[in-house]
């Protein structure tokens, strides 16, 4: 079974800090790499997206990738209430044609 | 311009309707998903179309049947659903097969 594993949380950070986002996967086929936000109630929002290992940076938020560890990270910095949500982490494979997802990781942006 | 529309966005019905779910993109993507989402679950795959032919079906149970009328129109119709299909269902379209951008979704109660 190929996986996409995060922390369900919730990750509670003070308004204004840095949240860091963690995601593991276990199929090194895994060729592409994606971060959605959903709100309660809503559907999911794409937000950062990344292939290559390093780093890839928009505006306040920073997707890593490590595929030598499997490993995808999402840091958001200036962290807002706003940012309270659900994040999605999934990987695409392309022997398979599609996203897996992992369980989602809550986050809470505290006053 | 990212947008995928869905209608409508609540759907009620009995176990005994028909009914049909409506998704449309205008991006020229040529990659279409059906997606479920259980509360705190992440979206499950359905079905993927692809350059306007199903190719993926995930095993779902004959009584949701997908339909892509052209490249920008997917349908999901319903007929004899359990309550247990209650959810929210999610279109999505990508461009190439990675990137996938999701539409607002329908929130179905099934009774």
């Known amino acids: 079974q190929k996986e996409v594993e995060q922390n369900s949380g919730p990750l509670s950070v003070p308004e204004g800090a840095i949240a860091s986002l963690n995601c593991t996967y276990s199929d090194r086929g895994s060729q592409s790499f994606f971060w959605y936000r959903q709100y309660s109630g809503k559907s999911p929002e794409l937000i950062m997206f990344?292939?290559?290992?390093g780093d890839k940076e928009d505006g306040r938020f920073t997707a890593q990738l490590n595929k030598a560890s499997q490993y995808v990270s999402l840091l958001i910095r200036d962290s807002q209430p706003s940012d309270s949500a659900t994040y999605l982490c999934a990987a695409f494979t392309g022997t398979a044609s599609k996203l897996t997802f992992g369980t989602g990781t809550r986050l809470q942006v505290t006053l | 311009d990212t947008e995928v529309t869905q209608t409508p966005k609540h759907l009620v019905m009995g176990m005994t309707n028909k009914k049909s779910l409506k998704c449309e993109q205008h991006m020229g993507h040529r990659a279409m998903y059906w997606y479920k989402q259980k509360a705190k679950k992440p979206p499950e795959l359905m079905f993927v179309y692809s350059y306007e032919k199903l190719s993926i079906n995930e095993s779902v149970p004959s009584r949701f049947s997908p339909e892509c009328p052209n490249s920008s129109l997917l349908n999901l119709h319903l007929h004899a659903l359990q309550p247990e299909d209650s959810a929210l269902y999610l279109c999505a379209s990508s461009p190439i097969g990675d990137t996938q951008y999701f539409g607002p979704g329908t929130r179905l109660t099934v009774l």
């Open positions: 990344i292939y290559s290992n």
